[in-house]
Protein backbone atom coordinates (compact mmCIF):
# COMPACT_ATOMS: atom_id res chain seq x y z
CA UNK A 1 0.00 0.00 0.00
CA UNK A 2 1.47 3.67 -1.06
CA UNK A 3 -0.18 6.55 0.87
CA UNK A 4 0.30 8.67 4.28
CA UNK A 5 -1.01 10.80 6.94
CA UNK A 6 1.52 13.78 5.55
CA UNK A 7 0.22 12.88 1.58
CA UNK A 8 -3.26 13.71 3.13
CA UNK A 9 -2.53 17.39 4.78
CA UNK A 10 -0.97 17.88 1.16
CA UNK A 11 -4.11 17.11 -0.61
CA UNK A 12 -6.19 18.91 1.35
CA UNK A 13 -3.83 22.04 0.94
CA UNK A 14 -3.58 21.97 -2.80
CA UNK A 15 -7.21 20.68 -3.12
CA UNK A 16 -7.79 23.14 -6.14
CA UNK A 17 -4.63 21.71 -8.08
CA UNK A 18 -6.67 18.27 -7.63
CA UNK A 19 -9.60 19.13 -8.84
CA UNK A 20 -7.98 20.42 -12.10
CA UNK A 21 -5.66 17.11 -12.47
CA UNK A 22 -8.19 14.58 -10.77
CA UNK A 23 -5.09 13.38 -8.72
CA UNK A 24 -5.57 11.40 -5.63
CA UNK A 25 -3.15 9.04 -3.66
CA UNK A 26 -5.00 5.11 -2.64
CA UNK A 27 -4.29 2.40 -0.71
CA UNK A 28 -3.52 -1.24 -2.49
CA UNK A 29 -6.69 -2.71 -1.18
CA UNK A 30 -6.41 -5.54 -3.55
CA UNK A 31 -3.39 -6.94 -0.69
CA UNK A 32 -5.85 -6.56 2.03
CA UNK A 33 -6.09 -9.58 3.93
CA UNK A 34 -9.11 -10.56 5.66
CA UNK A 35 -8.38 -11.07 9.68
CA UNK A 36 -5.67 -8.74 9.28
CA UNK A 37 -6.29 -5.43 8.34
CA UNK A 38 -9.74 -5.19 7.78
CA UNK A 39 -13.57 -7.03 9.21
CA UNK A 40 -16.63 -5.85 7.60
CA UNK A 41 -16.90 -4.36 4.76
CA UNK A 42 -20.44 -4.33 3.39
CA UNK A 43 -21.92 -0.48 3.46
CA UNK A 44 -25.56 0.14 3.15
CA UNK A 45 -27.10 2.47 -0.24
CA UNK A 46 -30.63 2.81 -0.65
CA UNK A 47 -31.46 -1.05 -2.30
CA UNK A 48 -34.33 0.64 -3.46
CA UNK A 49 -33.30 4.21 -4.79
CA UNK A 50 -34.94 3.89 -7.34
CA UNK A 51 -38.64 3.77 -5.81
CA UNK A 52 -37.14 6.26 -3.09
CA UNK A 53 -36.17 9.58 -5.31
CA UNK A 54 -39.52 9.08 -6.94
CA UNK A 55 -41.19 9.20 -4.01
CA UNK A 56 -39.74 11.68 -1.91
CA UNK A 57 -39.87 13.82 -5.20
CA UNK A 58 -43.89 13.29 -5.22
CA UNK A 59 -44.12 14.12 -1.72
CA UNK A 60 -41.99 16.94 -1.99
CA UNK A 61 -44.18 18.34 -5.08
CA UNK A 62 -46.87 17.50 -3.04
CA UNK A 63 -46.21 19.59 -0.56
CA UNK A 64 -44.59 22.34 -2.14
CA UNK A 65 -41.03 21.64 -0.64
CA UNK A 66 -37.67 22.59 -2.30
CA UNK A 67 -35.37 19.40 -2.95
CA UNK A 68 -31.58 20.09 -2.19
CA UNK A 69 -28.25 18.48 -2.45
CA UNK A 70 -24.72 18.56 -0.77
CA UNK A 71 -22.10 16.58 -1.84
CA UNK A 72 -19.37 15.69 0.88
CA UNK A 73 -16.07 16.42 -0.79
CA UNK A 74 -13.44 13.41 -0.34
CA UNK A 75 -16.21 11.68 1.73
CA UNK A 76 -14.32 8.44 2.11
CA UNK A 77 -11.48 10.46 3.97
CA UNK A 78 -13.58 11.35 6.64
CA UNK A 79 -13.92 7.06 7.49
CA UNK A 80 -12.15 6.62 11.26
CA UNK A 81 -10.44 2.96 10.95
CA UNK A 82 -10.79 0.64 13.82
CA UNK A 83 -8.58 -1.93 12.85
CA UNK A 84 -4.72 -1.48 12.48
CA UNK A 85 -3.61 -1.10 9.32
CA UNK A 86 -0.47 -0.18 8.09
CA UNK A 87 1.36 1.88 4.78
CA UNK A 88 4.46 2.22 3.16
CA UNK A 89 6.02 5.57 3.11
CA UNK A 90 4.60 7.12 -0.59
CA UNK A 91 7.60 7.52 -3.20
CA UNK A 92 8.82 10.60 -3.39
CA UNK A 93 7.76 11.59 0.66
CA UNK A 94 10.10 8.92 2.17
CA UNK A 95 11.72 10.58 5.65
CA UNK A 96 15.53 9.55 5.39
CA UNK A 97 15.62 9.66 9.05
CA UNK A 98 12.75 7.48 9.16
CA UNK A 99 13.81 5.15 6.03
CA UNK A 100 12.09 1.44 6.77
CA UNK A 101 9.46 2.57 8.90
CA UNK A 102 5.95 2.54 7.75
CA UNK A 103 2.82 4.77 8.76
CA UNK A 104 -0.26 3.31 11.22
CA UNK A 105 -3.43 5.15 9.52
CA UNK A 106 -5.81 6.68 12.17
CA UNK A 107 -8.66 7.58 8.49
CA UNK A 108 -9.60 6.10 5.55
CA UNK A 109 -8.24 5.80 2.53
CA UNK A 110 -9.24 5.29 -0.69
CA UNK A 111 -8.61 1.57 -2.42
CA UNK A 112 -9.43 0.66 1.63
CA UNK A 113 -12.00 -1.99 1.59
CA UNK A 114 -13.37 -0.68 4.60
CA UNK A 115 -13.18 2.46 3.46
CA UNK A 116 -17.36 2.65 2.50
CA UNK A 117 -18.27 1.33 5.57
CA UNK A 118 -15.61 3.47 7.12
CA UNK A 119 -18.01 6.79 5.42
CA UNK A 120 -21.33 5.02 6.04
CA UNK A 121 -20.67 4.33 9.76
CA UNK A 122 -19.42 8.30 10.04
CA UNK A 123 -21.94 9.88 8.56
CA UNK A 124 -24.59 7.73 10.28
CA UNK A 125 -23.60 8.53 13.66
CA UNK A 126 -22.99 12.42 12.43
CA UNK A 127 -26.76 12.35 11.46
CA UNK A 128 -27.90 10.44 14.89
CA UNK A 129 -25.77 13.39 16.64
CA UNK A 130 -28.19 15.74 15.02
CA UNK A 131 -31.49 14.00 16.11
CA UNK A 132 -32.18 12.41 12.89
CA UNK A 133 -33.50 8.98 12.74
CA UNK A 134 -32.82 6.00 10.65
CA UNK A 135 -35.93 4.59 8.71
CA UNK A 136 -36.14 1.20 9.43
CA UNK A 137 -37.44 0.27 5.99
CA UNK A 138 -34.60 1.84 3.91
CA UNK A 139 -30.94 1.77 5.21
CA UNK A 140 -30.22 5.24 3.53
CA UNK A 141 -32.96 7.79 4.64
CA UNK A 142 -32.67 9.31 7.38
CA UNK A 143 -35.71 11.44 9.09
CA UNK A 144 -36.19 14.38 11.42
CA UNK A 145 -39.60 16.01 12.52
CA UNK A 146 -40.93 18.35 15.08
CA UNK A 147 -43.74 20.07 16.02
CA UNK A 148 -43.26 22.38 13.43
CA UNK A 149 -41.08 20.87 10.78
CA UNK A 150 -39.74 18.11 8.96
CA UNK A 151 -36.39 17.26 6.97
CA UNK A 152 -36.39 14.06 5.04
CA UNK A 153 -32.78 13.23 3.55
CA UNK A 154 -31.49 10.50 1.08
CA UNK A 155 -28.06 9.34 1.40
CA UNK A 156 -25.97 7.59 -1.65
CA UNK A 157 -22.68 7.30 -0.66
CA UNK A 158 -21.24 10.94 -0.80
CA UNK A 159 -24.55 12.74 -2.23
CA UNK A 160 -27.50 14.05 0.41
CA UNK A 161 -30.78 14.84 -0.78
CA UNK A 162 -32.54 17.08 1.63
CA UNK A 163 -36.14 18.22 1.47
CA UNK A 164 -38.74 19.27 3.79
CA UNK A 165 -40.13 22.32 5.54
CA UNK A 166 -39.40 25.50 6.72
CA UNK A 167 -36.88 26.27 4.69
CA UNK A 168 -34.91 27.61 7.71
CA UNK A 169 -34.30 24.33 8.74
CA UNK A 170 -33.05 22.98 5.45
CA UNK A 171 -30.26 26.17 5.63
CA UNK A 172 -29.32 24.98 9.80
CA UNK A 173 -28.72 21.18 8.10
CA UNK A 174 -26.73 22.61 6.20
CA UNK A 175 -24.16 24.88 8.18
CA UNK A 176 -24.24 22.18 10.79
CA UNK A 177 -22.89 19.66 7.86
CA UNK A 178 -20.82 22.15 6.83
CA UNK A 179 -18.96 22.22 10.21
CA UNK A 180 -18.69 18.83 10.77
CA UNK A 181 -16.93 18.32 6.57
CA UNK A 182 -16.14 19.96 3.84
CA UNK A 183 -19.05 20.14 1.57
CA UNK A 184 -20.37 21.22 -1.81
CA UNK A 185 -23.44 23.24 -0.97
CA UNK A 186 -25.03 22.62 -4.72
CA UNK A 187 -28.07 24.94 -3.95
CA UNK A 188 -31.34 23.21 -5.32
CA UNK A 189 -31.51 20.08 -6.89
CA UNK A 190 -30.55 20.47 -11.10
CA UNK A 191 -28.61 17.29 -11.15
CA UNK A 192 -27.35 14.00 -9.90
CA UNK A 193 -26.40 10.34 -11.05
CA UNK A 194 -27.36 11.32 -14.59
CA UNK A 195 -30.84 12.55 -13.73
CA UNK A 196 -32.00 15.88 -14.41
CA UNK A 197 -34.29 17.66 -12.18
CA UNK A 198 -36.55 20.79 -13.06
CA UNK A 199 -38.03 22.51 -9.47
CA UNK A 200 -41.04 25.37 -10.92
CA UNK A 201 -43.36 26.79 -9.08
CA UNK A 202 -43.95 24.32 -6.73
CA UNK A 203 -43.36 21.53 -9.72
CA UNK A 204 -40.90 19.03 -9.99
CA UNK A 205 -39.78 17.58 -13.39
CA UNK A 206 -37.04 14.40 -14.21
CA UNK A 207 -35.19 13.13 -17.40
CA UNK A 208 -32.59 12.09 -18.79
CA UNK A 209 -31.78 13.66 -21.81
CA UNK A 210 -27.91 14.17 -21.51
CA UNK A 211 -27.58 10.37 -20.53
CA UNK A 212 -29.62 9.09 -23.40
CA UNK A 213 -27.35 11.29 -25.73
CA UNK A 214 -24.43 10.18 -24.16
CA UNK A 215 -25.74 6.44 -24.90
CA UNK A 216 -26.42 6.82 -29.03
CA UNK A 217 -23.29 8.82 -29.14
CA UNK A 218 -21.31 5.56 -27.10
CA UNK A 219 -23.85 2.88 -29.81
CA UNK A 220 -22.86 5.07 -32.79
CA UNK A 221 -26.10 6.33 -33.47
CA UNK A 222 -26.17 9.83 -32.72
CA UNK A 223 -27.75 10.85 -36.44
CA UNK A 224 -30.02 7.93 -36.64
CA UNK A 225 -33.56 8.12 -37.92
CA UNK A 226 -36.29 8.31 -35.45
CA UNK A 227 -38.89 5.53 -34.79
CA UNK A 228 -42.29 5.93 -32.74
CA UNK A 229 -42.28 3.03 -30.95
CA UNK A 230 -39.99 1.10 -29.16
CA UNK A 231 -40.79 -2.37 -30.44
CA UNK A 232 -43.29 -3.40 -33.25
CA UNK A 233 -45.91 -5.46 -31.98
CA UNK A 234 -45.82 -9.50 -32.61
CA UNK A 235 -42.28 -8.88 -32.37
CA UNK A 236 -40.99 -12.70 -31.50
CA UNK A 237 -37.71 -12.57 -29.52
CA UNK A 238 -35.94 -16.42 -28.65
CA UNK A 239 -32.51 -17.73 -27.59
CA UNK A 240 -32.53 -19.43 -30.58
CA UNK A 241 -28.92 -20.95 -31.57
CA UNK A 242 -28.99 -20.00 -35.78
CA UNK A 243 -28.19 -16.84 -36.78
CA UNK A 244 -25.01 -14.77 -36.63
CA UNK A 245 -23.67 -14.20 -33.10
CA UNK A 246 -23.20 -10.41 -31.82
CA UNK A 247 -20.32 -8.48 -29.43
CA UNK A 248 -21.57 -10.07 -26.22
CA UNK A 249 -20.01 -7.37 -24.69
CA UNK A 250 -21.29 -4.24 -26.75
CA UNK A 251 -24.86 -6.15 -25.91
CA UNK A 252 -24.37 -5.90 -22.26
CA UNK A 253 -22.81 -2.34 -21.98
CA UNK A 254 -26.35 -1.35 -23.84
CA UNK A 255 -29.02 -3.03 -22.06
CA UNK A 256 -26.90 -1.49 -18.79
CA UNK A 257 -27.03 1.52 -20.32
CA UNK A 258 -30.90 1.46 -21.21
CA UNK A 259 -31.69 -0.03 -17.81
CA UNK A 260 -30.41 2.96 -16.07
CA UNK A 261 -32.78 5.08 -18.31
CA UNK A 262 -35.61 3.30 -17.04
CA UNK A 263 -35.55 5.66 -13.90
CA UNK A 264 -37.30 8.26 -15.44
CA UNK A 265 -39.14 5.99 -18.78
CA UNK A 266 -41.54 3.60 -17.95
CA UNK A 267 -42.15 3.56 -21.69
CA UNK A 268 -38.69 1.49 -22.00
CA UNK A 269 -39.74 -0.94 -19.12
CA UNK A 270 -41.40 -4.11 -21.18
CA UNK A 271 -38.45 -3.29 -24.19
CA UNK A 272 -35.78 -3.26 -22.27
CA UNK A 273 -36.65 -6.07 -20.09
CA UNK A 274 -37.62 -8.31 -22.60
CA UNK A 275 -33.85 -8.03 -24.43
CA UNK A 276 -32.69 -8.39 -21.09
CA UNK A 277 -33.08 -12.11 -21.70
CA UNK A 278 -30.60 -12.29 -24.07
CA UNK A 279 -27.47 -11.31 -22.47
CA UNK A 280 -25.65 -14.58 -22.67
CA UNK A 281 -25.79 -15.55 -26.39
CA UNK A 282 -27.14 -12.56 -28.01
CA UNK A 283 -27.69 -12.72 -31.90
CA UNK A 284 -28.33 -9.99 -34.41
CA UNK A 285 -32.16 -10.23 -34.47
CA UNK A 286 -31.56 -8.98 -30.93
CA UNK A 287 -29.19 -6.62 -31.56
CA UNK A 288 -31.51 -4.97 -34.22
CA UNK A 289 -33.84 -4.98 -31.85
CA UNK A 290 -31.87 -2.91 -29.60
CA UNK A 291 -31.06 -0.55 -32.25
CA UNK A 292 -35.03 -0.40 -32.59
CA UNK A 293 -34.91 0.97 -29.08
CA UNK A 294 -32.08 3.31 -29.47
CA UNK A 295 -34.06 5.01 -32.86
CA UNK A 296 -37.07 5.10 -30.29
CA UNK A 297 -34.40 6.87 -27.47
CA UNK A 298 -33.34 9.35 -30.17
CA UNK A 299 -36.65 11.38 -30.83
CA UNK A 300 -38.14 11.02 -27.01
CA UNK A 301 -34.94 11.82 -25.27
CA UNK A 302 -36.51 14.71 -23.80
CA UNK A 303 -39.40 12.78 -22.24
CA UNK A 304 -39.71 12.47 -18.62
CA UNK A 305 -42.25 12.42 -15.68
CA UNK A 306 -43.74 15.65 -13.94
CA UNK A 307 -44.76 15.79 -10.57
CA UNK A 308 -47.20 18.05 -9.60
CA UNK A 309 -48.12 20.24 -6.06
CA UNK A 310 -51.51 19.59 -6.40
CA UNK A 311 -51.51 15.86 -7.25
CA UNK A 312 -52.81 14.37 -4.42
CA UNK A 313 -51.21 12.34 -1.75
CA UNK A 314 -52.79 8.63 -1.70
CA UNK A 315 -50.68 5.85 -3.15
CA UNK A 316 -52.80 3.29 -5.64
CA UNK A 317 -51.25 1.20 -8.66
CA UNK A 318 -52.23 -1.17 -11.72
CA UNK A 319 -51.40 -4.30 -12.25
CA UNK A 320 -51.58 -6.62 -15.14
CA UNK A 321 -49.50 -9.38 -17.15
CA UNK A 322 -49.21 -10.65 -20.54
CA UNK A 323 -49.82 -14.64 -20.99
CA UNK A 324 -47.81 -16.48 -22.72
CA UNK A 325 -46.53 -13.44 -25.04
CA UNK A 326 -42.83 -13.54 -26.30
CA UNK A 327 -41.62 -16.57 -24.46
CA UNK A 328 -40.50 -19.94 -25.19
CA UNK A 329 -40.88 -21.30 -21.78
CA UNK A 330 -44.80 -20.16 -21.77
CA UNK A 331 -44.18 -18.07 -19.00
CA UNK A 332 -46.58 -14.53 -18.67
CA UNK A 333 -44.90 -10.76 -18.10
CA UNK A 334 -45.74 -8.89 -14.56
CA UNK A 335 -46.08 -5.10 -15.68
CA UNK A 336 -46.76 -3.09 -12.67
CA UNK A 337 -46.73 0.76 -11.65
CA UNK A 338 -48.13 2.56 -8.94
CA UNK A 339 -48.54 6.58 -8.27
CA UNK A 340 -48.67 9.28 -5.96
CA UNK A 341 -51.40 10.88 -6.15
CA UNK A 342 -51.35 11.18 -10.41
CA UNK A 343 -47.95 10.75 -10.24
CA UNK A 344 -45.80 7.35 -11.53
CA UNK A 345 -43.12 6.59 -8.41
CA UNK A 346 -42.55 2.95 -9.33
CA UNK A 347 -42.87 0.19 -11.78
CA UNK A 348 -41.43 -3.00 -12.91
CA UNK A 349 -41.71 -5.43 -15.80
CA UNK A 350 -40.49 -8.87 -14.65
CA UNK A 351 -40.84 -12.25 -16.18
CA UNK A 352 -43.36 -14.81 -14.25
CA UNK A 353 -41.47 -17.57 -12.43
CA UNK A 354 -43.72 -20.06 -13.10
CA UNK A 355 -46.00 -21.06 -15.78
CA UNK A 356 -50.10 -19.77 -15.77
CA UNK A 357 -52.52 -22.52 -16.88
CA UNK A 358 -54.62 -19.69 -18.06
CA UNK A 359 -54.80 -15.54 -17.99
CA UNK A 360 -56.82 -15.44 -14.89
CA UNK A 361 -53.88 -17.48 -13.02
CA UNK A 362 -51.18 -14.96 -15.05
CA UNK A 363 -53.44 -11.60 -13.53
CA UNK A 364 -53.22 -13.61 -10.46
CA UNK A 365 -49.95 -13.81 -9.56
CA UNK A 366 -49.31 -10.54 -10.76
CA UNK A 367 -51.55 -8.62 -8.64
CA UNK A 368 -49.51 -10.48 -5.87
CA UNK A 369 -46.26 -9.14 -6.99
CA UNK A 370 -48.07 -5.70 -6.82
CA UNK A 371 -49.40 -6.37 -3.45
CA UNK A 372 -46.06 -7.18 -2.07
CA UNK A 373 -45.12 -3.30 -3.69
CA UNK A 374 -47.54 -1.86 -2.45
CA UNK A 375 -46.98 -2.92 1.19
CA UNK A 376 -43.54 -1.31 0.96
CA UNK A 377 -44.87 1.67 -0.56
CA UNK A 378 -47.35 2.12 2.19
CA UNK A 379 -45.08 1.78 5.28
CA UNK A 380 -42.54 3.83 3.66
CA UNK A 381 -45.00 6.64 3.05
CA UNK A 382 -46.26 6.72 6.42
CA UNK A 383 -42.45 6.60 7.77
CA UNK A 384 -41.45 9.28 5.47
CA UNK A 385 -44.86 11.63 6.02
CA UNK A 386 -45.32 10.26 9.78
CA UNK A 387 -48.81 9.55 9.08
CA UNK A 388 -51.51 6.69 9.39
CA UNK A 389 -50.85 3.83 6.83
CA UNK A 390 -53.72 3.76 4.56
CA UNK A 391 -55.49 1.11 2.31
CA UNK A 392 -53.73 0.87 -1.08
CA UNK A 393 -56.02 -0.13 -3.98
CA UNK A 394 -54.58 -1.78 -6.96
CA UNK A 395 -57.03 -1.74 -10.12
CA UNK A 396 -56.51 -5.45 -12.27
CA UNK A 397 -58.48 -5.15 -15.71
CA UNK A 398 -59.42 -9.36 -15.35
CA UNK A 399 -62.69 -9.86 -13.36
CA UNK A 400 -62.57 -13.43 -12.49
CA UNK A 401 -58.37 -12.76 -10.79
CA UNK A 402 -60.26 -10.30 -9.01
CA UNK A 403 -62.96 -12.78 -7.71
CA UNK A 404 -59.69 -15.39 -7.19
CA UNK A 405 -58.02 -13.04 -4.48
CA UNK A 406 -61.28 -11.99 -2.82
CA UNK A 407 -62.34 -15.70 -2.51
CA UNK A 408 -61.03 -17.52 0.57
CA UNK A 409 -61.55 -20.90 -0.85
CA UNK A 410 -59.34 -22.96 -2.40
CA UNK A 411 -61.60 -24.47 -4.91
CA UNK A 412 -60.25 -26.52 -8.34
CA UNK A 413 -59.33 -22.91 -10.38
CA UNK A 414 -56.51 -21.85 -7.22
CA UNK A 415 -55.67 -25.41 -5.37
CA UNK A 416 -52.55 -25.71 -7.81
CA UNK A 417 -51.14 -22.61 -7.69
CA UNK A 418 -47.93 -22.08 -5.70
CA UNK A 419 -49.18 -21.13 -2.27
CA UNK A 420 -47.05 -18.08 -2.34
CA UNK A 421 -48.83 -16.60 -4.43
CA UNK A 422 -51.97 -16.65 -2.42
CA UNK A 423 -50.73 -13.80 -0.22
CA UNK A 424 -52.55 -11.30 -1.54
CA UNK A 425 -55.79 -13.00 -0.18
CA UNK A 426 -54.72 -12.67 3.11
CA UNK A 427 -53.87 -8.63 1.83
CA UNK A 428 -57.09 -8.43 0.76
CA UNK A 429 -58.57 -10.14 4.24
CA UNK A 430 -56.43 -8.11 6.39
CA UNK A 431 -57.90 -5.02 4.33
CA UNK A 432 -54.24 -4.28 3.78
CA UNK A 433 -54.92 -4.22 0.04
CA UNK A 434 -58.20 -3.46 -2.15
CA UNK A 435 -58.60 -4.79 -5.24
CA UNK A 436 -60.87 -3.04 -7.68
CA UNK A 437 -61.79 -3.88 -11.88
CA UNK A 438 -60.35 -1.40 -13.99
CA UNK A 439 -61.20 -1.69 -18.09
CA UNK A 440 -58.46 -2.72 -20.43
CA UNK A 441 -58.49 0.94 -22.19
CA UNK A 442 -57.72 1.91 -18.83
CA UNK A 443 -55.13 -0.49 -17.89
CA UNK A 444 -52.20 2.03 -17.32
CA UNK A 445 -49.49 -1.39 -16.58
CA UNK A 446 -50.56 -2.69 -20.39
CA UNK A 447 -47.72 -0.78 -21.46
CA UNK A 448 -45.57 -2.64 -19.63
CA UNK A 449 -46.38 -5.96 -20.43
CA UNK A 450 -46.39 -6.27 -24.27
CA UNK A 451 -45.42 -4.46 -27.21
CA UNK A 452 -48.19 -2.37 -28.42
CA UNK A 453 -49.07 -0.71 -31.69
CA UNK A 454 -47.99 2.42 -32.39
CA UNK A 455 -51.73 4.38 -31.44
CA UNK A 456 -52.03 2.22 -28.73
CA UNK A 457 -48.38 3.09 -27.38
CA UNK A 458 -49.20 6.86 -27.85
CA UNK A 459 -52.25 7.18 -25.91
CA UNK A 460 -51.05 4.78 -23.00
CA UNK A 461 -47.39 6.55 -23.04
CA UNK A 462 -49.30 9.93 -22.39
CA UNK A 463 -51.93 7.91 -19.90
CA UNK A 464 -48.84 6.66 -17.34
CA UNK A 465 -47.87 10.17 -17.46
CA UNK A 466 -45.04 10.59 -19.92
CA UNK A 467 -44.35 14.15 -21.42
CA UNK A 468 -42.10 15.91 -23.42
CA UNK A 469 -40.16 18.23 -21.29
CA UNK A 470 -38.44 20.15 -23.86
CA UNK A 471 -37.92 23.68 -23.27
CA UNK A 472 -40.44 24.27 -26.06
CA UNK A 473 -42.83 22.25 -24.55
CA UNK A 474 -42.46 23.11 -21.24
CA UNK A 475 -42.52 26.13 -21.16
Given amino acids: MCCSDVSLRRMKQDWKDYMEHKARLVAKGYIQEHGIDFEEVFAPVAKNWKQFQPTTRAIAANNKWEVHHLDVKSAFLHGDLKEEVYVTQPEGFIKRQDNGKVYRLIKA ?206 IHGYSDSSYGVNTQEGKGTTGIIFYYGESPISWSTQKQATVALSSCESEFIAATAAATQALWLKRLLSKLTHTQEEKITIQVDNKSAIALMKNPVFHGRSKHIDTKYHFIRECVEREDIQVEFVSGEYQKADILTKALPKIKFLTMRQLIGLKDLSHSAYD
Fill in 109 to 314: LYGLRQAPRAWNIKLDNTLKSLDFKKCALEQAIYTKKSKDSILLIGVYVDDLIITGTPKKEIDKFKAQMEEKFEMSDLGLLAYYLGIEVTQTNGDISIKQSAYASKILKEAGMIDCNETLIPMDPGTRLTKITEGTMVNSTEYRSLIGCLRYLLHTRPDLSYSVGLLSRFMQEPREQHMKAIRQVLRYVKGTKDHGITYKHNGGNK
